[in-house]
T-cell receptor
């Protein structure tokens, strides 16, 4: 079964600095999608960024970008110029073509220090 | 405003007392899912639905029921809640899951 692993339960970053959150996944599929979701204290789940496995180019959304390494099954999230509002729980998620489920990692709690 | 509406936001109940958590979306999405979130475990799928009258079990369906009689509504039913169902629950919908889900605001359920 596909699994998603986030090895960093907690991370912290200084405001305006850059931080990278790690995510690895296990799959035998060749086509799939990967996501990063943000969950602030309001607990709302917010889609941050999405990557299609067949695309080699890494996705970017403003200050958020990913480093997608398909062979290594790695999907890290880089947050540049960190802001106080970036403080949240971040979840990595995976979905394959044949799976009626989006599988989530356990999450990484990001603290932003002023 | 396009959204997924979940109610109630908070619920405290006693063991064995049937309850329903409602979920409604106004985006005409075909796909809907229920997840539970527990510390250290992330989100785990309870049930999903690909269309009206089409539902299937996710990873943790025991103790839960769902129905999809209308496209917009996907209620989660706990016939006889137990303390191990204390959790944060999310409803989510998508036109196509490949584009990610839109989530409701969550329901914090406590079963005593």
């Amino acid at each position: 079964a596909q699994t998603v692993t986030q090895s960093q339960p907690e991370m912290s970053v200084q405001e305006a600095e850059t931080v990278t959150l790690s995510c690895t996944y296990d799959t035998s599929e060749s086509d799939y999608y990967l996501f990063w979701y943000k969950q602030p204290p309001s607990r709302q789940m917010i889609l941050v960024i999405r990557q299609e496995a067949y695309k080699q180019q890494n996705a970017t959304e403003n200050r958020f970008s990913v480093n997608f390494q398909k062979a290594a099954k790695s999907f890290s999230l880089k947050i540049s110029d960190s802001q106080l509002g970036d403080a949240a729980m971040y979840f990595c998620a995976y979905r394959s073509l044949g799976l009626n489920d989006m599988r989530f990692g356990a999450g990484t709690r990001l603290t932003v220090k002023p | 405003e396009a959204q997924v509406t979940q109610n109630p936001r908070y619920l405290i109940t006693v063991t064995g007392k049937k309850l329903t958590v409602t979920c409604s979306q106004n985006m005409n999405h075909e796909y809907m899912s229920w997840y539970r979130q527990d510390p250290g475990l992330g989100l785990r799928q309870i049930y999903y639905s690909m269309n009206v009258e089409v539902t299937d079990k996710g990873d943790v369906p025991e103790g839960y029921k769902v129905s999809r009689k209308e496209k917009r509504n996907f209620p989660l039913i706990l016939e006889s809640p137990s303390p191990n169902q204390t959790s944060l629950y999310f409803c989510a919908s998508s036109l196509d899951p490949f584009y990610g889900y839109t989530f409701g605001s969550g329901t914090r359920l406590t079963v005593v």
